[in-house]
């Protein structure tokens, strides 16, 4: 019997990526597309990442837009999956109160990831930049045997 495809409802879309912390993050700039795994912390409608200076940073200031995949596999036909698209928001404290207000509740969420995120036993010290990502767009798909 063939495999069964379906699409996931958007709350089974959503419980997956609260269920997960780890998940890609995709961007392209120019003529480059590139993927990378990243933790986050799902709130609402923005996924909070954590991440350090470098190319993507760069090239997610000149192009803001992504798309953010997270799977769930228990074999070759039976898994969930789950593609948000949306634009990417760098946070900075210090940039007055509502940035202020910002930081600390994208560092208050992501907490729920890693409790000593930015602070004392903080396991990753060199990320010390903060992203979220509105999910404009969210649709999953998924597969069980038949």
Same mark, same amino acid.
Request: net charge negative; proline share 7%.
């Given at each position: 019997?063939?495999?069964?495809?379906?699409?996931?409802?958007?709350? &089974?879309?959503?419980?997956?990526? $609260?269920?997960?912390? @780890?998940? =890609? *993050?995709?961007?392209?700039?120019?003529?480059?597309? !590139?993927?990378?795994?990243?933790?986050?912390?799902?709130?609402?409608?923005?996924?909070?990442?954590?991440?350090?200076?470098?190319?993507?940073?760069?090239?997610?200031?000149?192009?803001?837009?992504?798309?953010?995949?997270?799977?769930?596999?228990?074999?070759?036909? &039976?898994?969930?999956?789950?593609? $948000?698209?949306?634009? @990417?928001? =760098? *946070?900075?404290?210090?940039?007055?109160?509502?940035? !202020?207000?910002?930081?600390?509740?994208?560092?208050?969420?992501?907490?729920?990831?890693?409790?000593?995120?930015?602070?004392?036993?903080?396991?990753?010290?060199?990320?010390?930049?903060?992203?979220?990502?509105?999910?404009?767009?969210?649709?999953?798909?998924?597969?069980?045997?038949?």
């Amino acid at each position: 019997m063939p495999p069964i495809f379906r699409t996931l409802t958007p709350d &089974e879309s959503r419980a997956l990526l $609260a269920r997960h912390h @780890v998940g =890609r *993050l995709a961007y392209a700039y120019r003529q480059r597309v !590139d993927i990378e795994p990243i933790h986050y912390a799902l709130d609402g409608d923005w996924l909070y990442v954590r991440t350090q200076q470098g190319t993507k940073l760069s090239m997610l200031e000149h192009q803001p837009w992504v798309a953010f995949e997270v799977d769930e596999v228990r074999g070759l036909f &039976e898994w969930e999956s789950v593609v $948000a698209h949306g634009s @990417v928001q =760098r *946070l900075e404290a210090h940039d007055g109160p509502d940035a !202020d207000a910002r930081w600390a509740h994208a560092v208050t969420v992501f907490r729920r990831v890693v409790p000593e995120a930015f602070a004392d036993g903080d396991p990753t010290p060199d990320r010390d930049v903060m992203l979220r990502v509105h999910l404009a767009h969210v649709e999953g798909r998924a597969a069980r045997p038949g």
